[in-house]
């Protein structure tokens, strides 16, 4: 896999950044002059997808957008944070009465036991990409595990992932802070560094499920370099084994960030996590990505709930780390329609940077990924469908 014309040499957070950077671009259209005012080219047409195959698998009773549909519940406490570190309580808290609030339960537990048993495999789909200054907060995740054990759930049933193991280590998810916890990630490398096996084969081509792919009419070239980030080339992406095979439900932890004017929430923490080879989606289907593959039944029939961390975010600068750029939301949505969620996350975010200044007004594509996820039928896009709650903790 050498292309003709070997890129330049980055590294991996550079590539990160670049990848993301990329997909903002596309998802801003820009119009082509022609030789006469009104007489403008018409953007290119995307490249086709696999997204029909998605929706010919018939759904089941705990598909997307799950028990809740359209409903948000939104928790703020003043005291989730402070000098830049966490309160495990107070966020413990949060999550507890969200979930109380969001299903009518009595208890935390009783509220778990509405999307898992004790014989689930719960995978914590968590998000390591900005570094260690703006992933899933540990505390978040401490809470949502003990909560879960709580609830009858054995800790050897938990799995806490992401597609680059080494970035989950890098960040905190180890073995040391969460034992008893299973830590595992689609793309690996072992303890001498070396991303390939005795024979050659990178550990990731291990961690794919060829079976399940997400075709899209469109390729890129890696070097040696990006290749152990991607796993592979062509026109397939393919699942990861985590998802089709390793656990039966899925709670999906994200940031609260932004991603230029739009943000990186549930569906995009969903859909770039889970599918290999996806530096070629940036460009042209960076919306598309975000809102079909979570159509896809790996996705679509496991993920039970959306818990957005929205304790520590960004508002610009996103989805990387600029710490110029931070800001204490001090909040917490709950919700297993993630179109809904993503939606309340979106008006945070945006508010915070027509505030800031750095947004002069709202720019309608950066709802357009959550749109397709609509017409998918994957949740409420709109405002006027969406059942807001709001919990004042402090």
Known sequence: MHPAEKPKRIDRREFVKLAAAGGLAAAIPAVVPGTLLGQEKALPA???????DAQKIPRSAGSMPGKFPGAV???????????????????????????MELTGASTAAAAWKEFVTPDDIIGLKVNPVAGKTLSTSPEITHAVIKQLVEAGIPMKNIVIWDR???????????????????????????????????????????????????????????????????VNEGKYSYFG???TKDVTKIINIPILKN??????????????????????????????????????????????LNIVDGIKGCFHGGPGADPKFFTEYKTVLVGTDPVAVDRIGYEIVLKKRLDEKVQKAEAPVGRKFMDLARDLGLGASDLEKINLKKLSLS
């Open 46 to 52: 995307k490249p086709a997808t696999n997204i029909k």
């Open 73 to 99: 519940v939104q928790a703020n406490h003043d005291r989730s944070i402070a000098n830049d570190k966490v309160d495990l309580a107070v966020v413990d808290g949060m999550v507890r009465k969200s979930l």
């Open 164 to 230: 680059r193991e080494f970035e989950l280590h890098e960040v905190g998810f180890t073995s040391e802070n969460f034992p008893g916890v299973k830590i595992i990630g689609t793309e690996r490398k072992d303890e001498k560094g070396s991303y390939y096996d005795a024979n050659g084969v990178l550990y990731g081509k291990q961690m794919i499920d060829e079976s399940w792919y997400y075709w899209a009419d469109v390729e890129q070239k890696y070097d040696a370099e990006t290749i152990p980030y991607m």
């Open 241 to 243: 084994t985590i998802c």
């Open 259 to 304: 991603a230029g004017p739009t943000v990186t929430l549930c569906l995009k923490n969903l859909a770039f996590g889970c599918i290999s080879n996806t530096g070629r989606l940036h460009k042209n289907l960076w919306a598309e990505t975000c809102a079909e593959v979570p159509a896809f039944a790996p996705i679509r029939d496991k993920v039970v």
